[in-house]
């Protein structure tokens, strides 16, 4: 029994900490994947590489200097810009065709592609480390948590919540939330859907972008960083439901969890196949995922 | 006995129906005769310039034409699913890799019999392409390129982490048999002329057996599910059917690429599964010509030599993809042989 105990409290708790920490992250990607597919029917493959691109950012400003606290407010504006700037280029010019959902995902492929090939060309093919603000580890019930993963937690959390106020609360979220449903009818009440598309791409790519802040001190920075991570988001966007904004934290978490803890008892190879295998039996039983779409409350 | 009269009524108009709309479409979909003799003219005259390319090619080249066949699989594999299903796969490199996994280790460790290993290849991508398709075809719209997509992700992943299988080096000495044809007559593959013709033999068999069947009114069906999936069940067609049946159709034919593939580099690494194999596919139909057929296979020609004659230069060529891609999609977004129509058969094509 007392084995049980130490065996839960000093190898499950840890792993449990940790794949919560991951989860948090995950789900800020999630986020902004699934708030630009709930608005636009856009599957944004170019996310994961906002994503590098903020911990490329990162790593930039604070090569030239600047402190870790203003390159956390700084770079989620700038990756935002850039999502911005590829809605405005890229995305709208094909949103008028009948086969969007297709052409915009390959687009951002392409993109995607650019970006990947760029970023090894301006930072080469080597892993970047960025220096972790806070270097503490603190006690908590007696297993040691790196400060600076508690702070990621916070942080994540907190954007969790601001994104959850925003969209639910406010009277933008409601604008996005209709525009969800019914684009044509919020553009005869006379507010502008170009700017409402626009802002749904600003923020969430800057929430990639805010990722790629929190994680790069924890998992460096390197050219597929983006990819791999994608792959995973998504799944946690089918698992949690296409633009659904509580599937995607849910989701976030419970894959993390199920990797974080399976990886305990078999190899991790293995344990992100089992993520897998968990999105495809939720596929099997519930095609749409776990929830309703934005504004489908 | 009215009652059951009009039953029998009721199901014969339907039944006489039902054919009429199979019929209706498959004349809507030929009202396009213009369209497919140009596209005829394009296949022909590709043909006769692949069939006259190893006279000046050399032997590097005529490899690399191989493979371009090869990957030409791949490509016309995806056109299959998109151009007619209006299925964007986005792991169809799965099935090349797949079959290319099971050929190589049936070299390695089991028979030298060409024509087994091409039957358990082909049989474990129709297995595995049914259960996949199954679960994926559920799944509407942008779920089905998702799905593909993570999954060839995992079995890239499964073989990148499994020693058994080579791991992240893949399986390399893989012994090139020769086929028994008929008694006495053998096929080599070591020459390359004859791998060459022989595996444009058989592609230009999968391209005119494709098209041939994608005339029929199964063709016609599948065009009316990618043109409005929501309407064709009360047409009296269960669209889930048609779907898998194309899906595992284009899977075998992605499969033949990837059964050959080993015999000619001699070699299989886990990449084969991976997303630029499959990404490579959808630009290579892109810039051909969604819908065509014959584009893909050209898009896979134009394709691997570009990345071949730029490889030989920067290793960055996945940014040239990328532009390619994007040109593609935004500003051609009916591909070269779109763009051929268009120059050659325009003033006689009325718009709809």
Known sequence: MEDLLAYLHFVVLPQFIDALIIGVALALVALGLTMIFGLLDVINLAHGELYMLGGYAAFTLLGWGAGYWSALVLVPVLVGLVGWTLEELGIRPLLPRADRAIVTLLLTFGVSLIFRDVAQVIWGTETRSVAAPLTGITNFAEVFVPTYRIFVFSAGLLAIAVTWWLVYRTQIGAVLRATAVDPSMVASFGIPIRLVYGFTFLYGCGLAGLAGVLLSPIYAVFPTMGHDFLVMAFAVVIVGGMGSIIGAVVAAILLAQVQGLASLWIPPVWAETLVYGVMLLVLVIRPAGLFNRLGEA | ?352
């Open chain 2, 1 to 352: 006995m009215l009652q059951a009269h009009q039953q029998v009524q009721a199901t014969d108009i339907q039944r006489r129906q039902s054919g009429t709309v199979a019929a209706r479409l498959l004349r809507a979909s030929r009202n396009s005769s213009s369209n497919s003799r140009l596209l005829r003219q394009i296949a022909l005259v590709s043909l006769l310039l692949a069939a006259i390319f190893p006279l000046f090619g050399g032997s590097f080249f005529t490899r690399l034409a191989i493979e371009a066949l090869l990957f030409g699989c791949i490509a016309l594999s995806v056109d299959i699913l998109l151009g007619y299903a209006g299925l964007l796969s986005l792991g169809q490199a799965a099935y090349f890799g797949l079959a290319a996994y099971v050929a190589a280790l049936m070299y390695l460790h089991v028979t030298q019999s060409f024509w087994l290993v091409l039957l358990t290849a082909s049989a474990s991508v129709g297995v595995f392409s049914f259960l996949l398709g199954a679960v994926a075809i559920r799944a509407k719209g942008v779920y089905f390129a998702l799905i593909t997509f993570s999954v060839a992700e995992i079995l890239s992943k499964i073989t990148h982490n499994t020693r058994a299988i080579g791991g992240s080096d893949g399986l390399i000495g893989i012994p090139v048999p020769s086929i028994p044809l008929l008694p006495g007559l053998e096929i080599e593959f070591a020459n390359n002329y004859v791998f060459y013709y022989l595996v444009l033999g058989t592609v230009c068999l999968l391209y005119l057996g494709t098209r041939r069947m994608l005339n029929t009114a199964f063709g016609s069906v599948l065009r009316a599910i990618r043109d409005n999936s929501d309407r064709v069940p009360y047409l009296g067609y269960n669209p889930f059917w048609y779907k898998l049946l194309a899906y595992v159709m284009a899977a075998q034919i992605a499969a033949f690429g990837g059964l050959i593939y080993p015999l000619l580099r001699g070699f299989v690494a886990p990449h084969l599964f991976g997303f630029e194999v499959s990404t490579k596919a959808v630009v290579m139909s892109l810039v051909g010509g969604v819908g065509t057929l014959i584009g893909p296979l050209m898009g896979s020609v134009i394709i691997t030599f570009l990345e071949s004659v730029v490889g030989s230069y920067t290793e960055r060529h996945l940014i040239l993809l990328g532009i390619i891609f994007i040109v593609f999609v935004m500003f051609l977004p009916d591909g070269l042989c779109g763009l051929a129509q268009r120059t050659f058969g325009a003033g006689r094509k009325v718009k709809p």
